[in-house]
Nanobody, 119 residues
Framework: QVQLVESGGGLVQPGGSLRLSCAAS????????MGWYRQVPGKQRELVACIFSIGSINYADSVKGRFTISRDNVENTVSLQMNSLKPEDTAVYYCKARGPRPISKTEYWGQGTQVTVSP
């Protein structure tokens, strides 16, 4: 069982930056694939970025070059540095853990944090 708590959301102007953090507890963090997803009302939740237990990273095309995902397996955190933010980045951002790898693909979600990009 994994518990996830996101923080760092808020209101920012276009072109600004925010850093989201997700603190994990309850299991061996390094064995979990971690990801950030986002959702706007009326749309499906979509992948923003993920960092696997083995270290590889994927980004959605819409955030490549602007967002950076990282993890700290000592502090049990995963972060999302968001630069050059656009109004279309406005959404609730969720942290997800999947694992423990490779034996399980059980998914755990945080409660979400609101990011609003507006003048």
């Amino acid at each position: 069982q994994v518990q996830l708590v996101e923080s760092g959301g808020g209101l920012v102007q276009p072109g600004g930056s925010l850093r989201l953090s997700c603190a994990a507890s309850g299991s061996i963090f390094s064995l979990y694939d971690m990801g950030w997803y986002r959702q706007v009302p009326g749309k499906q939740r979509e992948l923003v970025a993920c960092i696997f237990s083995i270290g590889s990273i994927n980004y959605a095309d819409s955030v490549k070059g602007r967002f950076t995902i990282s993890r700290d397996n000592v502090e049990n955190t995963v972060s999302l540095q968001m630069n050059s933010l656009k109004p279309e980045d406005t959404a609730v951002y969720y942290c997800k853990a999947r694992g423990p790898r490779p034996i399980s693909k059980t998914e755990y979600w945080g409660q979400g944090t609101q990011v609003t990009v507006s003048p």
